[in-house]
C-alpha cells in the first residue's frame, strides 16, 4: 500500500508529505541518539537533556538523507520528462512517486541507482565532517553516525528486491536482455518475493536472540511491506504480452485532436496538453499533416510566453517526423521510432492520418 501523509511544503513543483509513521522513526532516531550513541562516544559528559537536544537534530538531518535520496530519483526521473507526482516520507524511508514508467531501460537504470549513489555521496560527505570534527566529539558522533546510516541505506537499496532500487536496476538489465518491460516487471517482481522471503526468515532467526527481538521484528515488517510491494506489481504486469508481430493499429490512440498551426501555446495547453501532457498532436493545414508538438517542444518556453507564441512557431515539421502504416507490425514500427529518435508517430491508413502511435504504448504492453 502506497503511504498517503499530510503535505508539509514543496520543493521545486515537487509536494513533499510526510506520513504519521515517520514519527516513529524519528522517535526511534532521537532515542538511539540520545541514550545509546552519543554518550558511549563522548563518555557522557553532557545532560540527558542535550543529548535528547542532539539527538533530535540527528533525527531531522536522518529525515534529510532519506529526501536527498528521493529528490535524486525525482531529479532523474524529470530529466526523462517523467512527472514527479510526489515524494512521501514514511515509515520504511521514502517513496517518489512518478507518473508512469520510464519507455527504456537505461532510463529504468539511471532512475533506479541515483538514489544509492546520492546516498553514497551523502554518507562521504558526513564521514569527511565526522574525521574533521572528530569522531569523540558530540559533532564528530552525528556524523559518524549518519555516514553509517547513508551507506546503509545505499547497501541496502541496492539488494536486487522489486521495488527497491536493487530490483528496479534488476528490472532494466532484464528488460534489456529480454526486450519486454512487462515480462521484466513479472521476472523482478518474483525476485522481490523471494527476497521479502528472505527478510522474514532472517527476521524470525534474530527473534529468537533475545538481545535482537527488535531488529527481528523490524526485518519481518520490512518482508511483509516488500512482498505486498512485488506481489501488487507482479499482478499488474500478468496481462498477455502482445506479439511484436501485432499490427500498429493494435495500440495506437485513435480520435487524437487536430491542431491548427496559429494556435497560441497557451490555448494548446489549456484544451489539451494539460488533460494528457504524455500525447502528442499533429498539425494541421487544410487537412494536410505538417508537423507535429509535444510537450518536450512547449516547455522550453516560459509558461508566461505561452500566449504569445503560436503552435508553428515551435512544431516538428513533417519532414522529421517518423510516419507509419496502421498495417505496420509494431517491430517495424519501433525500429522506425528509433532511427528517427522519435517517441511519436502519426499514423497513417491508406492514405488518411487516423491516429498517433506513442512508444510508451508498444513498451508497456509487449
Excluded at 60 to 77: P, R, Y
Excluded at 139 to 163: D, E, K, M, Q, S
Aim: charged share 15%; with cysteine.
Amino acid at each position: 500500500m502506497i503511504p498517503q501523509g499530510f503535505p508539509v511544503g514543496r520543493i521545486g513543483n515537487i509536494e513533499i508529505k510526510v506520513d504519521l509513521s515517520l514519527l516513529l522513526i524519528a522517535l526511534i532516531v532521537t532515542l538511539s541518539l540520545a541514550f545509546g550513541v552519543l554518550p558511549q562516544a563522548t563518555g557522557g559528559k553532557l545532560s540527558t537533556a542535550a543529548y535528547v537536544l542532539i539527538g533530535v537534530v540527528g533525527a531531522i538531518a536522518f529525515i534529510g538523507s532519506i529526501l536527498w535520496h528521493e529528490m535524486a530519483h525525482a531529479l532523474l526521473a524529470l530529466r526523462y520528462h517523467i512527472p514527479v507526482v510526489q515524494i512521501v516520507l514514511y515509515l520504511f524511508g521514502g517513496m517518489a512517486q512518478i507518473a508512469r514508467d520510464p519507455e527504456r531501460p537505461g532510463q529504468e537504470f539511471w532512475i533506479a541507482i541515483a538514489g544509492p549513489v546520492s546516498s553514497v555521496v551523502l554518507a562521504v560527505f558526513f564521514g569527511f565532517l565526522a574525521v574533521l570534527f572528530n569522531p569523540a566529539t558530540v559533532v564528530g558522533a552525528v556524523c559518524n553516525w549518519l555516514f553509517t546510516v547513508n551507506l546503509t541505506l545505499a547497501i541496502f537499496n541496492l539488494v536486487p528486491g522489486f521495488p527497491l532500487d536493487g530490483g528496479r536496476v534488476l528490472r532494466s538489465a532484464l528488460w534489456t536482455r529480454g526486450g519486454s518491460f512487462r515480462t521484466a516487471t513479472r521476472q523482478a517482481s518474483r525476485v522481490g518475493q523471494g527476497v521479502a522471503i528472505g527478510f522474514a526468515l532472517l527476521g524470525l532467526a534474530l527473534m529468537f536472540r533475545a538481545a535482537a527481538v527488535f531488529n527481528g521484528l523490524w526485518f519481518m515488517l520490512i518482508a511483509a511491506f516488500l512482498y505486498d510491494a512485488a506481489t501488487t506489481s507482479y499482478r499488474l504486469s500478468r496481462g498477455a504480452n502482445l506479439s511484436m508481430k501485432s499490427p500498429v493499429s493494435k495500440v495506437m490512440r485513435y480520435n487524437v485532436p487536430l491542431i491548427e498551426p496559429t494556435l497560441p501555446l497557451a490555448l494548446l495547453a489549456w484544451k489539451y496538453m494539460d488533460h494528457a501532457p504524455d500525447q502528442a498532436y499533429p498539425v494541421m493545414d487544410d487537412g494536410a499533416l505538417i508537423g507535429m508538438i509535444t510537450q518536450a517542444e512547449v516547455e522550453v518556453i516560459p509558461r508566461l510566453e505561452w500566449g504569445k507564441v503560436r503552435v508553428q512557431d515551435l512544431m516538428v515539421p513533417r519532414d522529421r517526423l517518423c510516419i507509419v502504416e496502421s498495417t505496420d507490425d509494431l517491430q517495424t514500427a519501433l525500429q522506425a521510432l528509433e532511427t528517427a529518435r522519435m517517441d511519436h508517430a502519426p499514423v497513417y491508413d491508406h492514405g488518411h492520418l487516423v491516429g498517433m502511435l506513442n512508444r510508451r504504448d508498444i513498451v508497456y504492453r509487449t
